[in-house]
């Protein structure tokens, strides 16, 4: 119904920056909530940054507050996530997931939530 695709990711050095698109297609206007979510290597995968197509409403992380932008453009169905300041840390493989739920906030880092997701693109932070 709604197929969401991800690019931008690559290998940066510490303190660069990388821009992530979330690409939606299908039934695009029906995604009420779209999420940034990341999974490093042996680790759980954790919520990043969300934004509400309606409003543009925004919540980040703590982890990325203040270095990470999460943006859309409407005409496009796209989100991107402009990340700065990268550090080690952030080094994971990035998902973008589409969420239709009426009841879902914006402050959800609940992946059951979001019922669309994309395949994932790799950022590297060397340091």
Do not use: H
Request: hydrophobic share 35%.
């Amino acid at each position: 119904q709604v197929q969401v695709v991800e690019s931008g990711g690559g290998l940066v050095q510490a303190g660069n920056s990388l821009r992530l698109s979330c690409a939606a297609s299908g039934r695009a206007l029906n995604v009420l909530i779209t999420g940034w979510f990341r999974q490093a290597p042996g680790r759980e995968r954790e919520f990043v940054a969300s934004i509400r197509w309606s409003g543009g409403s925004t919540y980040y992380a703590d982890s990325v507050k203040g270095r990470f932008t999460i943006s859309r453009d409407n005409a496009n169905n796209t989100v991107y996530l402009q990340m700065n300041s990268l550090k080690p840390e952030d080094t994971a493989v990035y998902y973008c997931a589409a969420s239709l739920r009426k009841r879902t906030v914006i402050s959800s880092a609940r992946l059951e939530e979001y019922d669309y997701w994309g395949q994932g693109t790799q950022v590297t932070v060397s340091s």
